[in-house]
């Protein structure tokens, strides 16, 4: 069996460094204009810095570029998709057809993930795509295991499966936090709302708070735990799953260099000393994860056991 991609998200240049000694095979990069929800901003130049360091590294890079683009952007994807040739990263992370169809137009020969968030729920789906020039498919989160493994038995293209980090549950593209402290003439107060990544959305009943922020495409709402399958990742081993994503938007750069190296021991585990190897440390893995883990994040399986109810 082929070692699974451990895929992470950073959130600086300097921070991918630190995540290359942690163990990371590949990297999402981007900005918010072309990409969605995204750890870090990263410029045409930070992009083009942080690839000749990736690449240095033997690893890879992918450039989000999965926004819902309006007519007003389309101009920009172009020179922006330009700019990416150039550079010369190794995947971009799409959900509009209109990339594909500037991807060809442009003569752009970097290799295509599928990338719809959550409409990514069956093999057909990922097949059709497939047929149109996407070497792989990011499954939708609110997928059970049993759903993965049937998608990925069926699959002729790779698949891309998140195993750990906050799932977005919503996003509006309008300015839903604005508009409401417009209305409360709290503007002034909050005019820092683009930027500030701890608010939250209070739900008294249940107990949780749902992390909420707003950028250039919306309002993004998570869910209040974070998904954490480290002690259950048997079954995407064995069924060959391509690559395994921690997405770290949102938590803190020394958290995402810790979780990305426990990762990093379990997929070596595995597959370097054999299954019972892996079976011996899981739960310490697991236990290391809980001690880091920020107290408003409680960790759940997310919808690989169909337990997340949001």
Not at 76 to 105: C, H, N, S, T, W
Request: glycine residues 6%; aromatic residues 10%.
């Amino acid at each position: 069996m082929k070692k699974p991609e451990l895929l992470v998200t950073p959130q600086t240049v300097a921070h991918i460094q630190d995540l290359l000694e942690a163990g990371a095979d590949a990297f999402v990069i981007g900005e918010q204009k072309f990409g969605l929800r995204l750890a870090g901003e990263f410029t045409v130049g930070q992009v083009e810095e942080a690839t000749k360091l990736i690449h240095a590294a033997g690893k890879k890079v992918y450039v989000a570029v999965n926004a819902l683009f309006h007519n007003d952007r389309l101009d920009d994807l172009e020179l922006y998709l330009k700019e990416m040739q150039r550079i010369g990263v190794d995947a971009l992370l799409f959900g509009d057809p209109a990339v594909v169809v500037a991807v060809r137009e442009l003569g752009i020969t970097i290799p295509l993930h599928w990338n719809p968030e959550t409409i990514a729920t069956n093999w057909f789906q990922v097949n059709y795509w497939g047929q149109r020039g996407s070497k792989r498919a990011v499954l939708a989160r609110e997928l059970s295991l049993d759903e993965v493994l049937e998608i990925k038995e069926n699959a002729k293209t790779e698949i891309e499966v998140q195993v750990h980090g906050m799932t977005c549950m919503f996003q509006s593209k309008r300015s839903l936090l604005g508009n409401y402290f417009l209305y409360r003439d709290q503007v002034m107060e909050v005019e820092n709302r683009k930027e500030n990544k701890n608010m939250f959305l209070h739900d008294k009943e249940r107990k949780n708070k749902y992390p909420i922020y707003e950028d250039v495409n919306g309002t993004h709402i998570f869910s209040p735990n974070d998904m954490c399958i480290i002690d259950e990742l048997g079954e995407l081993f064995e069924a060959g799953i391509d690559s395994l994503k921690f997405d770290g938007i949102l938590h803190s750069y020394e958290y995402i260099v810790k979780v990305t190296g426990l990762y990093r021991q379990a997929i070596d585990a595995y597959f370097d000393q054999g299954e019972e190897a892996y079976e011996d440390i899981k739960d310490d893995l697991l236990a290391q994860i809980e001690e880091i883990q920020p107290a408003l994040r409680p960790l759940d399986t997310g919808f690989i056991f169909k337990e997340t109810v949001y």
